[in-house]
């Protein structure tokens, strides 16, 4: 399992890769359009593979099968509501919006997971309720 520092590093030069490559790229996906990828490569099993130590081998059986899950995930159903469920565009967030959207994560119980040394399993029960709660305290205060 990746150390915390590890995993942070590793994340945020992905985020930057994949920001220098979507200003580059004229793709016009949505933030709700990415977030639902995001999930579709968390529900096929991909992510967990990446956070094995020394990452996934590519050729396994179990990669090809996640990644096959992943394709069809993506483009499905439930990919194109989420991704048309917020607008294109949204303001910038203000301080107070972002400071009630921490006080959600805290409430909810998310902010346990990023205390410990290691990488959270996305596919636990627990992390899922938590994040299943704090979804329902933002929508709730969205309303």
């Known amino acids: ?15 930057a890769s994949a920001s220098a490559s979507a200003q580059s790229s ?7 359009e990415v977030q639902a990828d995001l999930l579709a490569w968390q529900q ?11 990452g996934p081998d590519m050729a396994s059986p179990e990669y090809q099968q996640a990644f096959e899950r ?3 995930l993506r483009p499905g159903a439930s990919y194109r509501a989420q991704a048309q469920a917020q607008p ?5 967030l203000t301080r107070a919006q972002v400071q009630a959207d921490l006080d959600n994560w805290r409430k ?3 902010d346990e997971f990023s205390r410990s040394n290691s990488t959270p399993s996305f596919e636990s029960a627990e992390y899922r ?3 299943e709660k704090y979804l329902r305290l ?3 205060q969205a309303e």
């Not at 150390?3 to 030069?13: G, I, Q």
Request: aromatic share 8%.
């Open 1 to 15: 399992m990746l150390s915390k520092p590890l995993y942070t590093a590793m994340l945020l030069l992905a985020l």
């Open 26 to 32: 004229n793709t016009g996906l949505s933030r709700a």
């Open 44 to 54: 096929s099993g991909l992510a967990a593979l990446y956070r094995q130590e020394g």
């Open 70 to 72: 992943y394709l069809q």
């Open 88 to 92: 294109k565009a949204q303001a910038p």
């Open 108 to 110: 909810a119980g998310m």
């Open 129 to 131: 309720q938590a994040y």
């Open 138 to 140: 933002t929508e709730a």
